[in-house]
């Protein structure tokens, strides 16, 4: 199993431009959670989908992030404008069945604004 | 509400053994327990559900305690492998989302 898949691995890029993420869960879950990590924040939850549908997404910042999942093996978190403070490294996650169960982490996006 | 853990930071030799406290002010139905190394993903050792299942690892237990909604987790003989970030994460509800606390950072040395 080829596990969760991210890219890309780093991302680099200006203020006000538009970024995307990408993730490919592992084959046969059907929850998919996107967190952010800083060290003041630490491992915050932004939004997870059950069945390609966004259940929770009240860790969401603003308005500029949205996350989608259009089938089950894909999903994009986009931020539209960025900004320096959205620098942070971003996981997938997915799991079989949503919380309860063990969560496998892809191995993250790395985001610098500058 | 983000769940409590201490001690913030542990330095441990070889050997020796160590216990990662949560805590959480809501009822909890699961705890959930990861390790990240430096500059890795979060990893999967444990989940303890509420009725006293566990899901996890070998060489790592850990207690649930429902009425104080507290887990510890325990490390014993430790190994220089077992260095890195823990995480314990909350939920309160079956098929809820999972809340990380803030980490505690575990260093073993020979």
């Known amino acids: 199993d080829a596990g969760v898949i991210q890219s890309p691995r780093h991302e680099v890029t200006e203020m006000g431009q538009e970024v995307t993420l990408r993730c490919k869960p592992i084959?046969?879950?059907?929850?998919l959670f996107w967190y952010r990590q800083t060290m003041m924040r630490g491992l915050e939850l932004l939004i997870y989908f059950n069945n390609n549908v966004p259940i929770d997404d009240s860790g969401m910042p603003e308005d500029r992030f949205s996350a989608k999942m259009p089938n089950a093996s894909f999903s994009t978190l986009k931020i539209q404008p960025s900004e320096p403070r959205d620098s942070a490294v971003y996981f997938c996650?997915?799991?079989?069945?949503?919380?309860?169960?063990?969560?496998?982490f892809g191995p993250g996006t790395r985001l610098t604004v500058t | 509400q983000q769940p409590v853990q201490s001690p913030q930071a542990v330095i441990l030799r070889e050997g020796e053994d160590a216990v990662i406290n949560c805590s959480s002010s809501?009822?909890?139905?699961?705890v959930h327990w990861y390790r990240q190394k430096h500059g890795e993903a979060p990893v999967f050792l444990m989940i303890?559900?509420?009725?006293?299942e566990q899901k996890g690892h070998d060489k790592i237990s850990a207690s649930f305690n429902e009425k104080k909604q507290q887990s510890s987790l325990y490390l014993t003989a430790s190994q220089l492998s077992y260095s890195g970030t823990y995480f314990c994460g909350t939920e309160s509800g079956s098929y809820d989302k999972v809340i990380f606390g803030p980490g505690t950072s575990l260093s073993v040395i020979p």
């Open positions: 809501k009822a909890l139905y699961s």
């Open positions: 084959s046969g879950h059907n929850s």
């Open positions: 303890l559900l509420k009725g006293g």
């Open positions: 996650a997915s799991s079989n069945q949503g919380g309860s169960y063990e969560q496998y």
